[in-house]
Every structure is written in structure tokens, then in C-alpha cells.
């Protein structure tokens, strides 16, 4: 196991390189930063003069080498458009996304995973249809659409929960349902065929040979093999929601780091926009390095040779 | 009749299908002795492993089981619920697989699966099913069985598996234990192994065992008795010198007839087989089911179900309309 997890955190180190030589790229291939920073009515002198003082004339792996000792020790520059600091930026915004993705990334495990169970167990039953069309409506509704329904119900008639900002965690029920839910079709779905999979093995018929009880050859023996293929998934969906959440944080005015990656856009902020995919590259590189190392707990033909 | 192990009487399993409904045993008898090995042969799809897993209680959730009389020990586990069916699997009755690759979970060690068997049944600490768990792998010729305890089965090779499989089971000491096919999967030496070591263990236990398997070599080894089924079902049975010195089904003489004997059969000459192919049992069927393939069929045959029958009372049982003394004739009238 210790092998296997320096293995995995030697390959995410030399990822987690790649992805910062690209992410430092991005300001190159776009535009030349020096005209970019000086503005639309500078005069050729006023851009050579910033070129200079930012260091832009010297040779690429040179810059390279100091943009990312500076990022290691936490500055990813200033932001054209805030004229802060980049990384107090992002921390200070990641703060409400990680908020909204570890809770909707939780209420779509709990969402999905026993009904995925359960919808194998009983093929064709009715929760296994109920478990199908839930998670047919989980990917065919916009997530816009879904967020602006629950605003009109829950808040708007019903008045139970306020409709936008990220003040109190009632602000972030809404918010958790809709980006969660479009989270678990899949994770049910995969769910469902893994564990279908492995209720037909060899093994399942040797425990309920052995006479285990139905509750013990499901969870034991079943589920551990089952879920192996769900824990990548998942790690992966929430990545993704680390980073792609901009539609249900722009509905809801939760003002989190996908947001603020809009906004960049939008405004050319390039180191903004650099520094956020830097972040959320490095968040993914430490998930799957997690997922990794969780698949590697609950299979160990992946750990052992 | 203390000494009866199992006793099963008219054992059928239906499989409903898209296009009917497959016949896949059909009125099937069986008992087993204490110290007794059964061996049970017939080629693929002939309905030995569903007869198997239909025993267990154990058939894939859409075939359907029927079936007058079934005793274990004695004792009649017919209209056991499946939490009582649970309490007599691994512990009166246990089963050996064919493949022991996937029979043992990935996830979990030699160990722990073991002492969740013994657990199970009997009321012991962990370190004492431990201990139990190491004394049986010796006893199936397992070296260094205690550090075998916490490995996996894929650090295993598939002799071991099997070994594994049959010490597994042996834990609760069954009266009775099924093996379907437990050395199809193995190369032929440990096969062997495999086979003795299986000889040994009833022995010392005073098991039943019933051998499922395709493989006559292996029934010569160690049957006891045999039963041969042919399309569902049994079309012979008789103690193993019965069968093989004096098979009467036409359907076991052909069987014979596809062995080389050592010293009989000459170099150059082929080998018997059976022409045709079996039939379909989807749907209802009346006759005899090898008679498209036999070559005594007469149109009798096929008129009415040929049933099973011991004519001379001397436990050889065969269905077929011919008499002993025309069969062992080799048909010629």
C-alpha cells in the first residue's frame, strides 16, 4: 500500500506539473500580455516600457520557473480587473463553493447510492422504475430550468427558503438539491449496473452458498466490489462541480469560485482565470489521488501484485 | 436407513424463455449414503449443475423448482423458509464450485472468508475460527496455512483456490457436500490432486458427496455410484462396475465408446461418437429423448415416455423400451 500510494502521489506531482506549465501557457496563447495589460490606448512605448517591467521580454521557461516558484509560495499575481490579489481572491470565493459541492456531491451519494442498490436488486421492480425515471428527469431537466422551478415553489409560494444570496445554510438547500441532483443519475445508473454485475459472480453464489445472510452477502460481499467503479465517478462529479457550478451559483447569487470564473472570462482577467485553473486542476489531481487511493483500500488486487 | 444422506425424489426445473418453456430437469431421483460418492455425468446443458444449485436451493431467481421429497439427513428441508435453507447451507450442506478463479471474493482475505463461514454457524471467537480456519487449510495440504489466512485469493494460484474452496467448506463439517465440476477448471495433475484429496476428506468425514462432472476419468476415480443424464434426465444408474462394465442405455454405451483403453483400443482407430445432437427441450416432449440419435429407436419410442426402470431389481436402473439381454447384445436383435 505504501508503494502503491508514492506510485500515485509521484504521478499526480508530475500532473500537477503539466497542468501548471499549461495554465501558465494560457496568457501567451491568448494574447500578448503586455498589450493586453496596457490597454487599448497605450502607445507602443507604454507597452515595451510594461513588458520590461513585468518581465515579459525574457525567455518563456524563465518566466515559467518564476510564475510557479511564486505560485508554490501562494501568488498568482494581481488581478487586471480587482486589482487584488489573485489567490485571496479565489480563497476567499472557494470557501462558498466548497460548501455547495461537498454538500451536493453528499446529498447525491445519499441520493443515489441505496437507490442504485436497491433498483438491483429488484431489476425491473418498482423502484427500480422509480429509481429509472428519477434519474432520466435528473438528466434531461436544464439545471436552470430545475433551479428556477424550486425558487417559484419553495420560495416563491411557499416562502420556505430565501432565494438567493449565501448567507445563512437555508441559502444553500436550494442550491445542493439542484446541482446534487444533476450529479446523481449517473452515480445511481453506475451504481445499479455495478452492483447488477457483481450479484451475478461466482463469488455471490459461494457466499450465499456458505449461508450467509442475504443482508451480509449484499453489503459485504456485493457492495465493496460493486462501488469500486462509483468511488472514480464521483470523484470525478465533484470535481466538476468544484469548477463547473457557474449556472447554479449565478441563479442562486452564491457568489463561489465558478462564478467568479465567469465573471473573468467575461472581463479577459487572465490571471484570475489562470490562478482559478490552476486551483481547480490541483483539486482534481487530489481527488483522484484520493479515489485512487480509496480503490486501492476496497480492491486489493490493486494494491497487491 | 440413519445411514441416508440425501433423498431426493422427482426433482424438476423449469425455465420460462421467450419461446417457451425449457424442461431443464425433468423428474429426477437421487440419494446419497453416508461415505458415498455419486457422481452424476452428462455432457453440457444436460441439466446436472441446475440439478445441483436446485439441491442447494440455490437456482437463478427465474427457474423454477419443483420437486416431491427432499431430505437431508434424515430430515425433510422441503418447506424450509430461506432463512432456515440459509441455516443448512455451509453447515449440513455445502457446495464446491467449477471455477475456483471467481468462486472467492476479490475483496476480502482467505481468512476472513473462512471465519465468516464458521461464524456463521457456530458460536466461536474470532482467534478460535481462526485457529479452526488454519487446521482446515493443512488439512487440505495447504502449506504455511497461517500466513495463507491473510492473503487474497489473487495471490492464490487456482489449485490452491480450489483447496482453499474445499477446506471452506469442510468447516462446518457437512453430512453431505455438492461438488459441480471442481476440476474442469484445473490442468490435469492437479486435478488429480484435487480428486484424491477430495477421496480422502469424505472418508475421514463420512460425507455424502455428489460429483457433478463431464469428465468419465474422473468418475472411474472415484465414484461410488453413478447416474448419467441425458436431456434433463436420468437415462441410467447403477453402482460404478455397473456402469462401466456393463453400461445398457444406449446412451452410455456410447458414452464408453468414446474412451480409449489403454491397451485395448488400437492406434489408428477412431475413436466412437454419438451422431446427432440433443434436442431442444423447450416446449413438451414425448418419448424417449435420445431416440433421434439412437440406433434401436423404433417408432415405440417415441410414442410414449420411456420411464426409468430396474428390471432385474439389482439397482441398475435404465429408461429404455429394450431388454437387458437385446442391450448388452449391442442391440442386434
Known amino acids: 500500500m505504501l508503494y502503491y500510494t508514492l506510485k500515485r502521489l509521484g504521478l499526480a506531482g508530475l500532473v500537477a506539473l503539466t497542468v501548471s506549465f499549461i495554465s501558465f501557457g494560457l496568457l501567451y496563447i491568448s494574447s500578448d500580455p503586455a498589450i493586453a495589460m496596457a490597454g487599448e490606448t497605450a502607445s507602443d512605448a507604454d507597452i515595451e516600457a510594461i513588458r520590461q517591467l513585468y518581465g515579459f521580454d525574457r525567455p518563456i521557461l524563465v518566466q515559467y520557473f518564476d510564475w510557479l516558484q511564486r505560485a508554490m509560495s501562494g501568488d498568482l499575481g494581481k488581478s487586471y480587473y480587482f486589482r487584488t490579489d489573485v489567490s485571496a481572491l479565489i480563497a476567499e470565493r472557494l470557501s462558498t463553493t466548497m460548501t455547495l459541492g461537498v454538500s451536493a456531491i453528499t446529498f447525491a451519494i445519499v441520493l443515489s447510492v441505496p437507490l442504485g442498490v436497491a433498483a438491483a436488486i429488484r431489476p425491473n421492480s418498482l423502484i427500480d422504475r422509480i429509481a429509472l425515471f428519477l434519474s432520466v428527469m435528473g438528466q434531461a431537466l436544464p439545471s436552470f430550468w430545475f433551479a428556477l422551478m424550486l425558487i417559484v415553489f419553495l420560495s416563491v409560494s411557499l416562502r420556505l427558503l430565501p432565494t438567493s444570496g449565501s448567507d445563512t445554510w437555508q441559502h444553500f438547500i436550494m442550491p445542493t438539491i439542484v446541482l446534487g441532483y444533476y450529479a446523481a443519475p449517473a452515480i445511481m445508473r453506475l451504481t445499479r449496473t455495478g452492483m447488477l454485475e457483481v450479484l451475478s459472480t461466482d463469488y455471490i453464489r459461494t457466499a450465499r452458498a456458505k449461508g450467509l445472510r442475504p443482508r451480509v452477502v449484499l453489503f459485504k460481499h456485493a457492495l465493496r466490489n460493486a462501488v469500486i467503479p462509483v468511488v472514480s465517478l464521483t470523484a470525478v462529479q465533484f470535481g466538476f462541480m468544484l469548477g463547473g457550478s457557474i449556472v447554479v451559483e449565478t441563479i442562486f447569487a452564491l457568489h463561489g469560485a465558478g462564478f467568479l470564473a465567469w465573471e473573468s472570462i467575461t472581463r479577459n482577467d487572465l490571471p484570475t482565470v489562470q490562478g482559478l485553473i490552476l486551483v481547480f486542476s490541483l483539486f482534481y489531481i487530489v481527488l483522484t489521488f484520493f479515489a485512487d487511493l480509496l480503490n486501492a483500500w476496497l480492491d486489493p488486487r490493486i494494491r497487491i501484485n | ?333
Open chain 2, 1 to 333: 436407513m440413519s445411514d441416508r444422506v440425501l433423498h431426493v425424489e422427482n426433482l424438476t426445473v423449469d425455465i420460462p424463455l421467450a419461446t417457451g418453456i425449457l424442461h431443464a430437469v425433468d423428474g429426477v431421483n437421487l440419494h446419497v449414503d453416508r461415505g458415498e460418492t455419486l457422481c452424476i455425468v452428462g455432457e453440457s446443458g444436460c441439466g446436472k449443475s441446475l440439478t445441483s444449485l436446485a439441491l442447494m436451493d440455490l437456482l437463478p431467481t427465474k427457474a423454477t423448482r419443483k420437486i416431491e421429497k427432499l431430505e437431508l439427513g434424515g430430515e425433510s428441508i422441503l418447506g424450509y423458509s430461506e432463512r432456515e435453507m440459509s441455516d443448512v447451507r455451509g453447515n449440513k450442506m455445502g457446495m464446491i464450485f467449477q471455477e475456483p478463479m471467481t468462486s472467492l471474493n476479490p475483496a476480502f482475505t482467505i481468512g476472513n472468508q473462512m471465519i465468516e463461514t464458521l461464524r456463521r454457524h457456530r458460536n466461536l471467537s474470532n482467534d478460535a475460527a481462526s485457529e479452526l480456519a488454519k487446521r482446515m487449510l493443512e488439512k487440505v495440504g495447504i502449506t504455511a496455512a497461517g500466513q495463507r489466512l491473510g492473503q487474497y485469493p489473487h495471490q492464490l494460484s487456482g489449485g490452491l483456490r480450489q483447496r482453499v474452496m474445499i477446506a471452506m467448506t469442510l468447516l462446518c463439517e457437512p453430512e453431505l457436500i455438492i461438488a459441480d465440476e471442481p476440476t474442469t477448471a484445473l490442468d490435469v495433475t492437479i486435478q488429480a490432486q484435487i480428486l484424491l484429496l477430495l477421496k480422502e476428506l469424505q472418508s475421514e468425514f463420512d460425507m455424502g458427496l455428489v460429483l457433478i462432472t463431464h469428465d468419465l476419468g474422473v468418475v472411474a476415480r472415484i465414484a461410488t455410484r453413478v447416474a448419467v443424464m441425458y436431456a434433463g434426465q436420468i437415462v441410467e444408474e447403477g453402482t460404478a462396475k455397473q456402469i462401466f462394465e456393463n453400461p445398457l442405455h444406449p446412451y452410455t454405451r456410447g458414452l464408453m465408446r468414446c474412451i480409449p483403453v489403454p491397451g485395448k483400443t488400437k492406434r489408428g482407430t477412431p475413436l466412437g461418437s454419438i451422431p446427432g445432437m440433443v434436442p431442444s427441450l423447450i416446449g413438451d416432449f414425448t418419448g424417449c429423448r435420445f431416440a433421434d440419435r439412437c440406433e434401436l429407436a423404433r417408432d415405440v419410442c417415441r410414442q410414449s415416455d420411456v420411464p426409468l426402470r430396474d428390471p432385474n431389481g439389482k439397482v441398475q436402473a435404465y429408461r429404455c423400451i429394450h431388454s437387458i439381454e437385446m442391450l448388452a447384445k449391442g442391440g442386434v436383435a
